[in-house]
């Protein structure tokens, strides 16, 4: 097997791991190299609905009134996202899995009254 094949095989992998994980684990928050209008990398969280027979999903910034865009489908190498605004104007955009990097979670955050973690 030659190195070209080998590299593609593991992408292929790489991504089938990171949309799994993007489908199935509960409030998970990553980040794509996004940059808001100060510098810092944009976070976003996932968010699932299975109020219907068919399951939904939403991609939000990761803040307490942040944009939010639902998910049209988890494709093979990337997300497809889309939103309507005021005038009833489709808007669509990607995220490619190999621009996902996954945030782990602070367990200090979680100590109720540990000095330095709070948020806000």
Do not use: W
Request: charged share 25%; glycine share 8%; net charge positive.
């Amino acid at each position: 097997m030659n190195i070209d094949k080998m590299i593609t095989k593991q992408k292929v992998e790489n991504n089938s791991i990171v949309r799994e994980k993007l489908m199935t684990q509960k409030d998970i928050v990553f980040t794509c190299g996004v940059k808001d209008v100060l510098g810092r990398i944009q976070e976003y969280k996932v968010y699932a609905n299975d109020r219907s027979d068919v399951m939904s999903f939403g991609i939000q910034e990761n803040t307490s009134f942040g944009k939010m865009m639902n998910v049209q489908k988890f494709g093979p190498t990337c997300v497809t996202l889309y939103t309507y605004d005021m005038l009833h104007n489709k808007t669509t955009g990607k995220i490619k899995y190999s621009d996902v990097v996954f945030v782990e979670e602070n367990p200090l955050e979680k100590i109720p009254g540990f000095v330095g973690t709070e948020k806000g």
